[in-house]
Structures are given as C-alpha cells and as structure tokens.
C-alpha cells in the first residue's frame, strides 16, 4: 500500500539554526513527492516537488528538500530558520499505478515552531 | 494568495440546513478538487473534476453534492449533516489531474460547524 509518514508530530528549533522536516514514503514505481506548507487559518501552499532529475530540490520561501531513494525519505530543508517559518508542514507522495496516478497521499503534517 | 478563492470563509449551520461552498480558479486550470481537513486526520479527498468530468467520488456520504459548472468554477452543496462533518474544506486547482507531476493549487478554505 502506498504511504507517507512525517515522524514528529513537532519541531522545536532556534531562529537562525538550520531546520529538517522528515518525510519518508512508500510506493509502487518512482514516487513524485511534494511538499505544502500551512499557515494559521490558510489553504495549504505549494513548496516544492521531485519528479525526476537532480535529487536536491529547491524551492520557495529558501526551502529545499533532499531526495534520497535508498532510505525512501524527502526530508525538507532550510539552512537558516526565521520565526515566520512557524506553521504547519506537509509532505504528500503520487506513486506509479494506473489506478491511483491521480491521488496524492498526505502525510498527517508537521507543526514546525521557530523560537525567537 | 494562489489564485484559488473560497466562499464563505466560515459557516455555521444547523444538521437541518441547506448551504453550499463555492469556489474560484483564476489559473486557467483544467482541474477542481475538494479536500476535508479534519486535526489529526491526513488530508481526505473527496471529489475530483478534470475537464469538468467527476472523475473521483472518494465514497463520500450523498449529503454532500458537488457540481461543477465550468473549469473555473466548483460547488459543494451541503443538507442534512452532522456534528462529525464540521471540518476545514478546501478547494485546490491543478493543470491536468492525469498528470503525475500536476501540481495543485490550494484555497484558504471554509471552516464549517455543524450544531
């Protein structure tokens, strides 16, 4: 069955520290994987995306996100955390079947808090 | 903001009421979705649209009836629901809901309590 999971329901980091948001997954064929973020009261906001290619994504906001296919994770990344950056975070993966290449599996979300 | 507009924002109704949801995609999108977010719960779909053709009804209950009208444009009706349907509903657009890569586009969503 195809799965994601985000491992910490929270993050806790300093301002100006780097931040990692854990995701791993699981699917049939290469995974295209994506990542929201959630600010209070908002719709989610599109981050970034792997489809193919270079296995360090870039993308809004400064954030970035490693894929990495032996250990099936997309961690996301940012070298330098801002207070602004608190929210909620999610990851969400389409796997490679005929009957599900529509759906996109979600995460249950990671609320990253940054401490001033 | 996204380009993905919701309407009301919030709503509350009684489990004897009828309302429905609107939303707005100014992308140029071919694709319409609707999302139930419930804390603790991963996201759920529940209806997909692509060129204006249902192709997803995620088993949901018949007390919600979307309608799609146009490309732009996504309905949820809403009569007779529970406590346990009090949720944030979000909309999302994309290009091409076939495409593997297709991105979507989220809507700030209607906060719904049913008393």
């Known amino acids: 069955a195809q799965s994601v999971a985000q491992p910490e329901d929270q993050v806790n980091v300093a301002e100006g520290n780097p931040l990692t948001v854990k995701c791993t997954y699981s699917?049939?064929?290469?995974?295209?994987l994506f990542w929201y973020v959630q600010y209070p009261n908002r719709g989610l906001q599109f981050l970034l995306k792997?489809?193919?290619?270079d296995n360090l994504v870039k993308g809004s906001y400064g954030f970035e996100a490693e894929f990495n296919k032996s250990q099936t994770s997309f961690h996301l990344k940012k070298p330098s955390a801002l207070v602004s950056d608190s929210a909620l975070y999610f990851c969400?993966?389409?796997?490679?079947?005929?009957?599900?290449?529509?759906?996109?599996?979600w995460g249950l979300g990671t609320s990253l808090a940054v401490n001033p | 903001e996204t380009g993905v507009t919701q309407t009301p924002r919030h709503l509350v109704m009684g489990m004897t009421n009828k309302k429905s949801l609107k939303c707005e995609q100014h992308?140029?999108?071919?694709?319409m979705y609707w999302y139930k977010q419930s804390a603790k719960k991963p996201l759920e779909l529940m209806f997909v649209?692509?060129?204006?053709?249902?192709?997803e009804n995620n088993s949901v209950p018949s007390r919600f009836s979307p309608e799609c009208p146009n490309s732009s444009h996504l309905f949820l009706h809403l009569h007779t629901l529970q406590p346990e349907d009090s949720a944030l509903y979000l909309c999302?657009?994309?290009?091409?809901?076939?495409?593997?890569?297709?991105?979507?586009?989220f809507g700030p969503g209607t906060r719904l309590t049913v008393l």
């Open positions: 969400a993966v389409r796997g490679y079947n005929a009957g599900n290449n529509r759906k996109l599996i």
């Open positions: 699917v049939s064929g290469n995974p295209y």
């Open positions: 992308l140029g999108h071919n694709a």
């Open positions: 649209y692509n060129f204006k053709e249902q192709t």
């Open positions: 999302a657009s994309s290009q091409d809901a076939g495409g593997r890569g297709d991105t979507q586009y």
């Open positions: 792997y489809i193919t290619g």
